[in-house]
């Protein structure tokens, strides 16, 4: 296992440049198994999720070939049917899109059931749903999704989803891009990564219209062709910068994002007393003084995103008075909290209301990243913590964030990255494994 050693207390300061979109690489890198031709994406976050996928895609006969630290080019031109690898497929939670992707290009599909963060169960009956609106006759088991053209051939639908599913809302444009006739999603997500899908679909020879809507409609067309595109900034990776700028007390100037898409966390962190500034593709949060205590009710886009949530209770741990955070996405997503308490932080958890009392300080703890985000917030936590903190299962971070040990160091944190068995053997302090 893997693990961060941080010694806290230092306010953060510099500037970060924030990478590729973690949820728009995930989706876009699956859908370039439509396409018969070479694909030249941009500003690929390096992170194990995109790492896992090319090799799914390579083992299915996909070309790629590294530009560059954030240029891919994937060619699927070769690509064969096959069941993606099982032990590769589980890793990661983005591999249902793989779902879609097959049988867009193939007509059938069968994968096993994805992995990834377990911190809620995330069931896949609304993609089921718009698959089978599409003419697929579908099977899923506890083990796998299994999709499989009906006799009559896929056509354009029109589903409904019940809830605004993102991965639903991806998996379905997927596979629908090169149905014939018009499919139509209603009720969709409108996430900047579903955008952010649709546009490089669209650069590819797709036909989607509306987009950040909740009403998706596609054109089926009869094929792809390659081309070049850029991946958006993520904007979970340049909150939780800004977040961390915050409670350090620091000032960050976070580079290389799409203002717009942080309203909803400029706005929250202006609230609780942080001075930000916006400039046309940067943000810099600024705190002198204490936090003040806020309220946040986690919304799909454009309200507050639950993937910020662990970490703005981190700066509502520290701020003056109480916040309660209600989370309306994943009702059990708070299991972070009792590893913020080994630090200090007073925290109650209703079901789906998290009650947060204001501490002074922080104190270094060992603790345990349960998933992806709070796995993130643990490190903001032992970066505003008075002495040294120990954080486990770090994979579950380098899931998403690109470099975090070397951006962290940039901005004057004393972080280094450890394996846990030699570490427990005596690695001299300080020094990274």
């Not at 966390?265 to 002198?288: H, N, P, S, Y």
């Amino acid at each position: 296992m893997l693990r961060y050693k941080i010694s806290g207390g230092r306010p953060l300061e510099g500037t970060v440049t924030v990478s590729g979109a973690k949820n728009a690489a995930v989706a876009i890198i699956p859908a370039t198994l439509l396409v018969k031709g070479p694909c030249l994406i941009e500003n690929v976050p390096d992170i194990s999720d995109v790492r896992l996928l090319l090799q799914i895609l390579e083992e299915m006969g996909a070309h790629v070939t590294y530009r560059d630290n954030s240029s891919i080019e994937i060619d699927c031109t070769d690509a064969q049917y096959c069941e993606p690898n099982p032990a590769l497929v589980r890793k990661i939670r983005a591999s249902y899109y793989l779902v879609g992707a097959q049988l867009g290009r193939f007509g059938k599909s069968h994968v096993a059931m994805p992995g990834g963060c377990n911190f809620a169960s995330r069931p896949v009956d609304q993609h089921m749903k718009g698959f089978a609106a599409l003419g697929a006759e579908m099977v899923s088991t506890c083990d796998y999704i299994a999709a499989e053209t009906c006799p009559e051939g896929l056509q354009g639908g029109r589903v409904n989803l019940d809830v605004a599913s993102v991965g639903a809302t991806i998996n379905i444009m997927i596979a629908a891009v090169l149905v014939p006739g018009q499919t139509i999603i209603e009720n969709a997500a409108k996430e900047p990564h579903v955008v952010d899908l649709a546009n490089f679909l669209s650069a590819m020879g797709a036909k989607v219209f509306g987009a950040g809507t909740d009403i998706i409609k596609i054109k089926g067309v009869k094929a792809l062709h390659g081309s070049f595109y850029s991946i958006i900034p993520d904007q979970i990776e340049a909150g939780t910068y800004m977040a961390a700028a915050a409670a350090t007390g620091g000032n960050v100037l976070v580079q290389n994002v799409i203002p717009k898409h942080m309203d909803c966390i400029t706005a929250k962190l202006r609230e609780m007393g942080a001075r930000v500034v916006e400039f046309d593709d940067a943000i810099r949060v600024q705190c002198i003084r204490r936090l003040r205590r806020a309220t946040v009710k986690t919304l799909p886009y454009p309200g507050f995103p639950t993937d910020m949530q662990s970490q703005i209770c981190v700066c509502m741990c520290l701020a003056d008075g109480v916040s309660r955070i209600t989370e309306s996405i994943y009702a059990t997503r708070f299991g972070y909290c009792e590893e913020l308490a080994r630090m200090g932080a007073d925290i109650q958890v209703t079901g789906k209301i998290a009650t947060i009392h204001g501490v002074d300080h922080l104190c270094g703890a060992e603790v345990t990243a349960p998933d992806l985000r709070a796995g993130a917030a643990l490190v903001i936590a032992g970066l505003a913590a008075q002495g040294e903190t120990i954080v486990n299962d770090v994979q579950y971070i380098e899931r998403g964030y690109e470099n975090i040990i070397g951006k962290l160091t940039a901005l004057g944190a004393n972080i280094v990255r450890q394996e846990e068995a030699e570490a427990l053997c005596g690695a001299p302090s300080g020094e990274t494994v």
